[in-house]
């Protein structure tokens, strides 16, 4: 430590890893676990019963745990879960979750979430996630490892973002975004309606497919978003020719889609327990969030 | 005795109702007058002639009453009561007009609210809203994603603002709003009816804007206005929904031709 009296205010019941850092005028509340490594730039503010693992950077400005911006919220135990070496900009803000959603939020590992993104109560971002500047995220959304989601986009409640997806700058995205497509308007013609365009190059070679399974999503994402006729249709026609893999998923992630409320698979989730709380909440409900450390 | 955190700066001259919470870090300026039952959480800053009503709640990085750039006296900012002002907020103070915000708000991370903007009661305002000095904001108006209000334009009760719209130009009450160049999408029938409005009324609006907007997104239909303000038996709703259209076109820059 320097020997500058630093200024910040950190609850005697939090739990803080030694080797933790924590800047200047940082505030961290009582239900509060820091993981090993963890660094707390200056004014970072740490609230709710949230738990942040190793190996995090919380640039200046960060506030985590805050109360969700949910009218139904009724003030309940709900959490706030953050995995390992993810990196967050100036002024990024994390929600924990609201009772009717599922009690948690989860933020998985290794993602990038650049200056001022909001992650709302109840989202589950998966991992290797970046999200742009300013992203906004809504509540109950889920985001798939490897997406990727450029500045500025505002993503509508009850979103899924498929696997190494992306979505383009600026764009409003009212539905879900499949796998491996790349999801912005045309021309930044942002007044149009967003759209696939075609597939995420980067996000497929990041996933390091095998070149059969590669041809066969290629395919697959042609036969589906390269003309406008009918989406069920041709997704039955490729499951019976029996694609297997990532373009199998891909067939049912748009099948789920479709039976969702306009284009909005987790609509279902809607006013009840989503899978992901189910998978990733301790089944007696003890909200302790020492557990979750490694 | 107000509740102040040892490493909260509140000046001497300022006023705190017995109850009020400041944490960490936060700065209430000489002038801010705080109601009963406040709470400042850390590194708020409240600054100028600001006066919280009862019960507002406001939330770390946020600053309330902040000059607006260029200026340099300190205005005034006056909020109701059980407003909420989330993370990274800035409300801004108007030095000839003061900023006024009713009760029951709730203004979401990073929006900013200019200079001299009246806001009613009831008011929901997403993530990085912004909106114009002299905006004129009625009750119940919702707003979505980086929705904005260009400065002095009038926005009508119980509107909504989908993400992303530009209002540039008073928009009626009632209305869904959406796009930009923005259009009227029709009537906010879920909000009206989440407000407790009749069938009755919400099918008599539905009528108004087949009517007014049928087509022409934010272009009044001018016969139809002036056979609706003619009209005795109108609903009330409708005939607040003309008065407004009526008042909008004398404000000089509405695109209704």
């Known amino acids: ?294 | 005795m107000p509740r102040i955190s040892k490493n909260a700066i509140v000046e001497g001259t300022a006023q705190l109702a017995p109850d009020v919470v400041v944490g960490p870090f936060s700065y209430v300026g000489p002038e801010a007058r705080i109601g009963p039952g406040c709470v400042l959480e850390n590194n708020v800053t409240v600054v100028g002639r600001t006066t919280l009503g009862a019960g507002t709640h406001v939330f770390p990085l946020a600053v309330v009453g902040a000059a607006p750039p260029g200026s340099e006296s300190a205005g005034q900012c006056i909020l109701g009561e059980a407003n909420a002002v989330r993370e990274h907020v800035t409300v801004y103070a108007g030095a000839d007009r003061p900023t006024r915000i009713g009760n029951h708000n709730l203004v979401m991370i990073a929006s900013q609210i200019g200079a001299g903007v009246w806001i009613g009661d009831h008011g929901i305002f997403d993530n990085c809203t912004q909106i114009g000095p002299g905006a004129d904001l009625e009750d119940y108006v919702r707003m979505s994603g980086f929705a904005s209000v260009a400065a002095g334009v009038r926005v009508g009760a119980y509107s909504f603002v989908a993400g992303y719209a530009g209002i540039e130009s008073d928009a009626p009450p009632y209305a869904m709003l959406q796009g930009y160049p923005t259009r009227v999408r029709g009537v906010n029938s879920r909000n009206l009816k989440a407000c407790g409005f009749g069938k009755e009324d919400i099918q008599a609006l539905k009528a108004a804007f087949r009517e007014l907007f049928n087509g022409r997104g934010y272009k009044v239909n001018r016969e139809a206005l002036l056979r609706l303000a003619d009209d005795p038996t109108a609903n009330r709703h409708v005939r607040r929904l003309v008065a407004a259209l009526q008042a909008a076109a004398k404000h000089g820059d509405a695109p209704d031709e």
């Open chain 1, 1 to 294: 430590m320097n020997d500058v009296a630093v200024l910040q205010e950190i609850d005697p019941a939090a739990y803080i890893a030694p080797d933790a850092v924590v800047g200047p005028y940082c505030v961290i509340g009582p239900h509060v676990t820091i993981g090993p490594g963890t660094i707390l730039r200056r004014r970072v503010t740490v609230l709710g019963r949230t738990s942040v693992g190793s190996g995090n950077v919380f640039e200046d400005g960060c506030v985590l745990g805050a109360i969700p911006q949910d009218l139904k919220y009724g003030g309940g135990q709900t959490l706030l879960m953050i995995g390992h070496r993810n990196r967050f900009g100036r002024e990024a803000t994390a929600h924990v979750g609201t009772e009717a959603g599922g009690f948690l939020t989860r933020i998985g590992n290794d993602n990038i979430l650049m200056d001022g993104s909001h992650v709302a109560h109840d989202c589950y971002v998966d991992d290797r996630v970046t999200l742009g500047r300013h992203v906004l995220l809504a509540g109950h959304i889920r985001i798939h490892t490897g997406a990727v989601i450029d500045d500025l986009s505002g993503l509508h409640h009850f979103v899924t973002i498929g696997r190494y997806a992306s979505v383009g700058p600026h764009t409003p995205v009212r539905r879900d975004v499949p796998p491996f497509c790349d999801y912005r308007s045309l021309d930044h013609d942002w007044a149009g309606p967003p759209a696939v365009r075609g597939p995420h190059e980067a996000g497929i070679r990041a996933a390091g497919l095998g070149a059969d399974e590669e041809r066969e999503l290629r395919y697959a994402l042609r036969e589906l978003f390269d003309d406008e006729s009918a989406l069920q249709t041709k997704i039955e026609q490729l499951v019976n020719m029996g694609v297997e893999g990532e373009a199998a998923a891909l067939c049912e992630f748009c099948n789920r889609s479709l039976q969702g409320v306009y284009g909005r698979y987790r609509e279902k989730f809607r006013g009840e327990k989503p899978p992901e709380a189910r998978h990733f909440l301790p089944r007696d409900g003890a909200f302790d969030t020492r557990r979750n450390m490694p």
